[in-house]
Each structure stands twice: as structure tokens, then as C-alpha cells.
């Protein structure tokens, strides 16, 4: 018998047929397993493939709160360790939450719109872009997700300049980590820098909040910053 | 630590004998090992041949070229005046002392510094780094590391005691100025005399205590596959395609499901587990998808394994490394033919 823990908070998973709700794309349909908490997802959303767990996860949720998006996206098992899934995830992640604020305060967001947009744009960044490039995916997905937020373009102003500095802060940040790469690390400090650029130069009032200390991939990283990177920390688990 | 000395006539089975002892180590099976060993004439080499051997030469002189698992590539002759050593064990073991710890390349530092000490006792001062070990005039020890997963180690050396360095300068493509111990101290060391005090390095900068011991049988079958299977095979040693089974030796299927798996990722498992238990000698996995590899403790994703995963293609099923049914679930004939023909 394989032993099956949720992927979302570690506890351990029973057969059901109680109806559940899927954490990801809000389906509800007869479950077959669930965890005490309540976590449950459905079968399509176990088979996806990483990008489209991503569009169907943010394009469905009701979250303010971007960091709390990225999490659950990266607990899904599609999501790798390391991978170019974390630039669209940045991107989404904001995006998703930054529209969730506006159509909670009556505001029009075509949110779809922007999260298909978010994720085309950032197909061009292959994997290891930051090592070979200087420019790290993560740090563009946020960038991407303030130029699509307000349309920019290479002949924009402030809204160019949000864009670009909500890459430059991110990259400088994840510069001062040293290497080897984090993809963790880059999204959660990409994540941060681009909900400040949300509420400083937006107007956007994203929920201020941080990722978890210690950080939850640890043990799946043999090539963890370790005491280098401000997730190591000890605060208390997420 | 296990020692072993095995006096075997025949290089490539001193190298089945190497994986061996790595194989059953991370299968939790046996000890950390030392294997030491004098060579018989062979190059044994990593990378493309012609890049780092003279071909002909090997051909006019007729040695064995045999390929070796290694993370950096190159060519090293080996005749009964070199003493060759395999050491295995998890990164911890080779994390002892040092000034900085530099992750990789301590671990090799370590390695040759054992040697360097054993050196020291013949009446040679040497200098260790990463990349071998050397004496004023020269390099007279060089390494294959082969890593397992990231954190356990197969390193594989060869020390130039009384190596015939004409025939040694001759193969080896390299810009290294050769020495032997030999060349270096007049000669008269015998190469036993060299390696008990190799092994005394060892013992010394790794701080461990050696213990002769032998194969266990599970090893010993293990050993014959592998030289059947690997090191004695054109396949490997020309192309570089080597065999997939389990850590042990057995016929590996691994079936790659969801996380949890869904209904036919279900089906998927009691078909394959259905049709394996008519199978001898077979191992069966289940990954989950994104529970890592230390969910089938003494076993690792497989070529196949690794890419449907990385492809996101589930369910699969993959024997001895190769995909053969991927998203669909297969007819079970289809299944039988793959799971139980040889």
C-alpha cells in the first residue's frame, strides 16, 4: 500500500466519496482522497502540466494575497524544484491577486486576458536564464506582470519604469544571495518586490505578507543557500 | 570501512567490482569500501576516447580501453606498477578536516590528500589538490569521481607507484607532465609496500579504520552482471550506453503516477503489480509525481524515470530504464511482453 501524505499541508491522506473542492481549480466533484484539513484536488489538476496549473489555479482563485498564490502553486507536484515554471508563477501569482483587489472593490480587471498574456511573454525565457543571461525569469515575471498590469510598452513612461524597476530590485536582491540558484529564493524575493511595486506605483493595496521561515523546500535542496538565504531562518514553519 | 583486496586478473572486473560496492552501499546492504588493486595493461578513460588517448597507440601496443562512470573526463593508463583504488561511501565521509569547505571538490581534496599522506611515508613529499596529486616534477595520481544522487560518492584513482611512464606518455593525451613514484625516488618500492601505506593515508586523513573483508554473495552476483552486462561490453566501452536495472541487479519496472494518483494511475499500478508477481527476479517502483527520490529508499529515477518526470507524462511505466507505455494504460499483453520477456 502506498503511503499518501497531502501535498499541500503533509498530513496524511484517506479514501473518501464525500464531495470536495479542488484547492486549485475550484471544481467540486466526488473526491477519492482527502486529508484531514479538507485539501483535495482533482484528477485533471494532478495530470497538468506545470503552465496550465498555473492559468487554471490563478485564473480561478479569489486570493488577495500573491505569496499565498505562489505557495500553493509550488506545492503542487508538477512544480519542480528548479524550473522555468517559477518565471510565469511570479507573474500569475501577482496578477491573479492584483486583480482579485480591484474586482473586490468593483473594479473591471480582465484577469484571464492578462494571465494568458503574462505566461506567452515569458516563454522566452529558457531555463538557467539567469546564469546565462544575467536576467533571472523569476525577476521578469514580475516585471511582466506590472508591464501587462498597465500596458506597458517600450515607449511608456512611469508604467515602463514600474516594470523595470520591479525587475532591477528583484535581480539586485537575488544578485546579493550568490548562487548556486534558487528558484524558491529567486520567486519569493520576485513575488515581494513585485507587490511593493503593486502598492507603492499602482495603487494596488496588495495584503503585505512574507514566505514562510524556514523555508519548505529545504530538504529537497542539496543545493540549499543555506544560512546565505533569509528563508533558512528559523522563525517557524509555514 | 570494508577492504577489499581481491587480487583480481582482470581490469574490468575490478571495475564491476567498484560499481558493486557503490550499488550496495546506497542499497544500505554494505559497508563504506576501499577497493585497491594493481592494474593489468588497460586505459581506463571517461569522455571520447580520441580526445584523451592516443587511439593507434593503444592499438599497436593492445590495451584494453575501459570506460568508467565519472563526472570529469579524461585518460589514465594502468599497468601492474599502478595501484588503483576505488572509495565509496556517502559525502560525509570525505568532509573531514580541510581548511574551507568547497562542496565537490573537498571531497576530492580529501581523497588525494590520503594519498599524499601514504606518499609521504615512502619518503615523497607531494601536493594535493581537487584535481590529483603532484610532485616537483610532475602528477602521479589522477581520479574518476561518480557521483550517486548528489551525495554518495565512487572515486576511482590511479597512483603511478612504478607505472611504465614511456607507455603512460605514449597513450594519455594530456598537457600534465608525468612522474611516478618511481622516477621520483630512485625507484626500489615495491608496489605492495606502496599500497599498505596508501591505505595507512587513507586511514589517516579520512579518519576511518580499514577492515579486510569480501564481497557479500548478493555482491558477487551483482559484480558478474555488471561485468557481463557493462564492462567487458562494446556497448559501454565504445558508446558509452550502459544497462539500466535495479540498485541490486534486479529487473527494474517503475511505474510513474500522480500524487495522488488518479483512477487510471490506479488501475495503472494493480495492472503492472499484477503481472510483475509472475515476474523472477524484478523489482517494482511506484514514484509519485514530485515526492523526490527518497520516497524508494536504496533506488534512483532511472533515464526513462527521469524523463517522463521531467515531461510530466503520467502515467508512465518504464522497464530497465526504457519508456514503454506512457499516459495510456496498456493492453496487458502488451504489458506481459514488455515486464516478462528477457
Not at chain 1, 515607449?155 to 536582491?173: C, F, K, N, Y
Not at chain 1, 512574507?210 to 523546500?217: H, I, S, T
Not at chain 2, 615523497?124 to 595520481?141: C, F, I, M, N, W
Not at chain 2, 566501452?237 to 494518483?261: D, T
Amino acid at each position: 500500500m502506498l503511503k499518501l501524505t497531502c501535498v499541500i499541508c503533509g498530513r496524511e491522506l484517506s479514501e473518501t466519496n464525500a464531495q470536495g473542492i479542488c484547492v486549485y481549480c475550484g471544481k467540486k466533484e466526488k473526491a477519492d482522497y482527502i486529508c484531514p484539513e479538507g485539501h483535495y484536488i482533482c484528477e485533471e489538476c494532478r495530470t497538468a502540466q506545470p503552465l496550465d496549473l498555473i492559468k487554471k489555479t490563478c485564473e480561478n482563485t479569489t486570493e488577495r494575497d500573491p505569496v499565498k498564490i505562489a505557495l500553493l502553486l509550488m506545492k503542487h507536484p508538477s512544480v519542480n524544484l528548479f524550473g522555468i515554471e517559477h518565471h510565469a508563477l511570479v507573474a500569475c501569482s501577482l496578477l491573479a491577486a492584483a486583480g482579485n483587489v480591484l474586482t473586490a472593490s468593483g473594479k473591471e480587471f480582465n484577469k484571464r486576458s492578462a494571465i494568458e498574456r503574462a505566461i506567452k511573454r515569458l516563454e522566452k525565457f529558457g531555463y538557467g536564464s539567469c546564469g546565462s543571461t544575467g536576467v533571472c525569469g523569476a525577476a521578469a515575471g514580475a516585471g511582466t506582470a506590472v508591464s501587462v498590469f498597465t500596458n506597458a510598452t517600450y515607449t511608456s513612461d512611469a508604467e515602463r519604469s514600474a516594470a523595470l524597476r520591479a525587475v532591477s530590485e528583484s535581480l539586485g536582491r537575488i544578485a546579493s544571495l550568490g548562487g548556486p540558484r534558487c528558484c524558491k529564493a529567486s520567486a519569493f524575493i520576485s513575488v515581494l518586490v513585485g507587490a511593493e511595486i503593486f502598492r507603492q506605483h499602482l495603487g494596488v493595496n496588495l495584503p503585505r505578507s512574507d514566505f514562510p521561515k524556514p523555508c519548505l523546500f529545504i530538504k529537497r535542496n542539496r543545493e540549499c543557500l543555506r544560512e546565505r538565504c533569509p528563508y533558512y531562518g528559523a522563525e517557524k514553519g509555514g | 570501512m570494508r577492504l577489499l583486496e581481491l587480487n583480481l586478473e582482470d581490469d574490468a572486473l575490478a571495475l564491476a567490482v567498484d560499481e558493486t560496492t557503490l550499488r550496495s552501499r546506497y542499497a544500505g546492504i554494505a559497508p563504506d569500501t576501499l577497493h585497491v588493486y594493481r592494474g593489468h595493461g588497460s586505459v581506463f578513460f571517461s569522455g571520447e576516447l580520441e580526445d584523451w588517448a592516443n587511439v593507434s597507440a593503444l592499438k599497436e601496443l593492445g590495451l584494453k580501453a575501459l570506460r568508467v562512470n565519472s563526472v570529469e573526463n579524461k585518460a589514465v593508463y594502468s599497468d601492474p606498477g599502478t595501484i588503483n583504488f576505488a572509495i565509496t561511501g556517502p559525502e560525509e565521509l570525505f568532509k573531514k578536516g580541510g581548511p574551507e569547505y568547497k562542496p565537490v571538490l573537498s571531497e576530492y581534496q580529501a581523497i588525494f590528500e590520503g594519498v599524499g599522506e601514504g606518499l609521504k611515508e615512502l619518503g615523497l613529499e607531494t601536493r594535493a589538490d581537487p584535481k590529483g596529486v603532484y610532485s616537483e616534477t610532475g602528477k602521479l595520481s589522477f581520479g574518476f569521481p561518480y557521483w550517486l544522487t548528489e551525495n554518495f560518492l565512487l572515486f576511482r584513482g590511479c597512483i603511478f607507484i612504478d607505472t611504465k611512464l614511456e607507455i603512460a606518455s605514449r597513450v594519455m593525451i594530456t598537457r600534465e607532465k608525468l612522474t611516478s613514484v618511481a622516477q621520483e625516488t630512485g625507484g626500489g618500492i615495491e608496489p605492495e609496500t606502496a599500497k599498505a601505506a596508501i591505505m595507512r593515508g587513507f586511514e589517516r586523513r579520512l579518519g576511518v579504520k580499514l577492515n579486510p573483508g569480501s564481497l557479500l554473495e548478493k555482491e558477487k552476483a551483482l559484480m558478474a552482471k555488471l561485468h557481463r552486462r557493462k564492462y567487458t561490453t562494446p556497448e559501454w566501452n565504445e558508446r558509452g550506453k550502459e544497462p539500466h536495472f535495479s540498485m541490486l541487479g534486479e529487473k527494474l519496472v517503475e511505474v510513474y503516477v500522480a500524487n495522488p494518483p488518479t483512477s487510471k494511475c490506479r488501475e495503472l499500478i494493480s495492472l503492472v503489480r499484477e503481472v510483475v508477481s509472475r515476474s523472477q527476479e524484478t523489482k517494482f517502483l511506484v514514484w509519485l509525481r514530485g515526492a523526490g527520490e527518497d520516497q524508494n529508499p536504496g533506488e534512483i529515477y532511472s533515464p526513462g524515470m527521469t524523463y517522463v518526470s521531467k515531461a510530466g507524462m503520467l502515467p508512465a511505466v518504464v522497464v530497465n530504464g526504457k519508456v514503454m507505455f506512457a499516459r495510456e494504460i496498456p493492453r496487458k499483453e502488451d504489458l506481459e511482453k514488455a515486464i516478462l520477456s528477457d
